[in-house]
């Protein structure tokens, strides 16, 4: 009976000692998807974390990456926001500007990461968010069965896309009817978004102009390209065998490969613009763990060894593997993974001819202004110049909005 009660009162003290130790709870979003595999990936990573960390549960949900920035600032006006933000470079704008996010310079060792990375959220001198993934840019991506070599000019381009054009293929394809793939021709004219300043809106120039009639050129002239096409046309076109080549994202990179086999997928640097010279400068940015204002304590300490662990060589390689993405730390993107590997050599050679995404909330002014005049040019109902007038004319009177 003596042994029983012994027994008894070792296991309430188990049992208190156990209740005492509650796990800290981390709520993270991200706007990774399922589409290429970004959420299955992100979850495994967390699973992996807790089996390290028993005292920390991390609890992940998937949003949109729209959606996401309006539940959080929603969310964070009602003092309900997540702890931390698995996301996009450009959310750091509007989450800085209504103080919702951290700086994160003085938490982590920023050192270790690749420098153009760490640049894709400076804001105000501060850094806003811990590097995850790099890249997030266009590139020329081709079929090998149809393209030897990728053309190293635009006249190149050209040439080639319109000996492979025939009545159910296309020499090329893109999405046409977002400015995000404008932008990087629009550096291969020499021109930019903003002037030097950063925030003042550039649009109206012959930059622009000529890139926007370099755009309407490739379908309604050289007819190397659909009468209309979105990014799902383009993306459907290229994995059909239907498109030869296909200017699109790095995210695109393993459901390429899985579709067409690896051996089948070329990737190289958006060529050069003939006309000038120049390269195209596609925007960089990567995902980033950002985190909310008010985390401190062991939450925040819980926060930064995810971010420690999801950033260590190990994880960083397996994003690599996993998702064909290039690797924030320095380490991993100077490994035989990267540099031995066709696919992401050609991912990070582009990456290193690309700029940068502006993050600054005068950014969706010149996205939103940009939009309906390219489609309105590429539909043939105005002239780039007119496109151009109207662009800066947009931005302009949206960016007085936000004073």
């Given at each position: ?21 509650q ?5 993270l979003?991200t ?7 970004g959420?299955a ?70 050192s270790?990461?690749?420098?153009s ?59 046409q ?6 932008v ?5 004219f ?14 109206n ?79 960089t ?11 401190e ?5 819980a ?101």
């Amino acid at each position: 009976m003596r042994h029983v009660k012994v027994l008894a009162v070792v296991l309430a003290c188990m049992m208190l000692l156990a209740s005492s130790v509650q796990a800290v709870t981390v709520q993270l979003w991200t706007q990774e998807g399922e589409g290429d595999g970004g959420f299955a990936f992100v979850q495994k990573l967390a699973k992996a974390f807790m089996e390290k960390h028993p005292d920390v549960e991390l609890v992940v949900v998937s949003k949109d990456t729209e959606v996401l920035r309006e539940d959080y600032q929603t969310a964070s006006l009602a003092g309900d926001a997540p702890d931390v933000l698995w996301t996009v470079s450009d959310h750091s704008g509007p989450f800085t500007k209504a103080g919702l996010i951290q700086p994160v310079d003085e938490l982590v060792d920023l050192s270790v990461y690749v420098e153009s990375a760490v640049q894709g959220v400076e804001v105000d001198g501060k850094i806003w968010g811990i590097p995850l993934a790099n890249g997030n840019h266009l590139m020329l991506l081709y079929n090998k069965d149809l393209v030897k070599e990728a053309p190293m000019n635009t006249d190149d381009m050209i040439k080639v896309a319109k000996e492979l054009t025939s009545d159910d293929v296309y020499g090329l394809v893109w999405n046409q009817i977002e400015p995000f793939w404008l932008v990087p021709w629009l550096g291969g004219f020499g021109g930019k978004v903003f002037a030097d300043d950063g925030v003042t809106p550039t649009l109206n120039t012959k930059a622009m102009i000529d890139t926007l009639q370099f755009l309407y050129d490739m379908k309604a002239v050289h007819k190397i390209m659909p009468n209309e096409c979105d990014y799902g046309g383009a993306d459907t076109l290229f994995k059909e065998g239907k498109a030869a080549m296909i200017v699109n994202g790095d995210w695109s990179l393993k459901d390429y490969q899985n579709t067409l086999g690896a051996d089948k997928l070329g990737t190289a640097a958006l060529p050069m613009v003939s006309a000038t010279g120049l390269w195209p400068t596609p925007y960089t940015s990567g995902k980033f763990l950002m985190i909310s204002a008010g985390v401190e304590g062991e939450k925040l300490d819980a926060v930064l060894d995810f971010a420690e662990f999801a950033a260590s060589l190990e994880s960083q390689l397996d994003l690599i593997e996993t998702l064909s993405r290039l690797p924030v730390l320095k380490e991993a993107l100077a490994s035989d993974k990267v540099q031995n590997d066709p696919i992401l050599r050609g991912s990070a050679d582009q990456m290193s001819k690309g700029t940068p995404m502006p993050v600054v909330m005068e950014m969706r002014c010149n996205w939103d202004s940009m939009k309906p005049e390219q489609n309105s040019v590429m539909a043939g109902k105005k002239s780039p110049a007119d496109a151009a007038v109207d662009m800066q004319k947009a931005a302009e009177a949206c960016i007085k909005t936000l004073q």
